[in-house]
């Protein structure tokens, strides 16, 4: 796999909740992670990592400048820029904080819960905290409205995982129902998405589902190895599979379907 063969470096700024979880998940996959904060080193570090995570689960307006500082200097330096919107929906500043990132960074992809991603393109979606409520949103349609309208791989991760460009659109059904009891399930998963980017490929946006996809597959054999897949214990096999998944393992359990233009 790639992401282990080039050990790409990744900047994350994250929410303080999922800090540990989000750098242990890096290693575990293969990549090297780093997390710097402060406004009078961030753009130094973006321009040197392979890729940048940003991610809005605590806010203040110090992050949100280290944000937009390490976004603007990542694409300057022609590095990828991941945007998750943690939140997005609940309320206005997380709202406006999304929309202000994705307007002045170029982003390379957007993941997260539909209402999540809805809220970014100025839809609405129902949201609880930082948790979508369930519903029959096309998520398919989302994905590809909201590709469009930022000009970048969108992610719409749920029951399945939707991943588009606008024109080329999968869908992605593996994963286990444990990653929903587990804080920071998302918020890793959108930094593997990073390093899946910043190793190249000629397909970003088959690249993106193909890091959904190991996420979920990885998740489904560490609950395989469990006797009663439990959200504590879950970590650390979970944990131990995105470092041990092999290729031939992946490509033998990924379900990843081409989905057509409607």
């Known amino acids: 796999m790639k992401v282990r063969e080039q050990k790409p470096l990744i900047h994350n700024i994250t929410n303080v909740v999922v800090t540990n979880f989000t750098a242990n998940g890096l290693l575990a996959l293969g990549a090297s992670p780093v997390m710097a904060y402060a406004r009078e080193e961030v753009a130094e570090m973006a321009s040197l990592a392979s890729a940048v995570v940003l991610n809005i689960g605590t806010l203040d307006n110090r992050i949100v400048e280290s944000a937009l500082l390490a ?25 406006e904080t999304a929309r202000a990132i994705a307007r002045e960074v170029k982003l390379a992809a957007l993941r997260g819960n539909a209402a999540e991603i809805a809220h970014v393109i100025g839809e609405s979606r129902d949201i609880k905290g930082v948790d979508a409520v369930a519903g029959d949103t096309d998520n398919v349609q989302l994905a590809r409205r909201a590709a469009l309208q930022l000009g ?34 998302g918020c890793l998963l959108s930094s593997v998405l990073g390093a899946f980017l910043a190793v190249g490929s000629d397909a970003p946006a088959l690249a993106a ?54």
Do not use: W
């Open 209 to 262: 589902a193909e890091a959904l996809a190991f996420y979920g597959v990885a998740a489904e054999e560490a609950a395989n190895h469990m006797k009663e897949p439990l959200p504590g214990s879950f970590q650390a096999v979970f944990l131990d599979q995105l470092a041990s998944l092999t290729q031939e393992r992946f490509e033998a359990l990924a379900q990843i379907a081409k989905a057509d233009k409607q």
């Open 71 to 95: 976004g603007k200097a990542a694409n300057a330096a022609g590095k990828s820029v991941v945007l998750d919107p943690v939140g997005a929906g609940a309320t206005a500043y997380r709202t």
């Open 152 to 185: 970048c791989i969108v992610a719409v991760t749920g029951k399945d995982d939707v991943v588009s460009d606008g024109h080329s659109t999968y869908v992605i059904s593996n994963g286990h129902p444990v990653l929903t009891q587990i804080t920071g399930a």
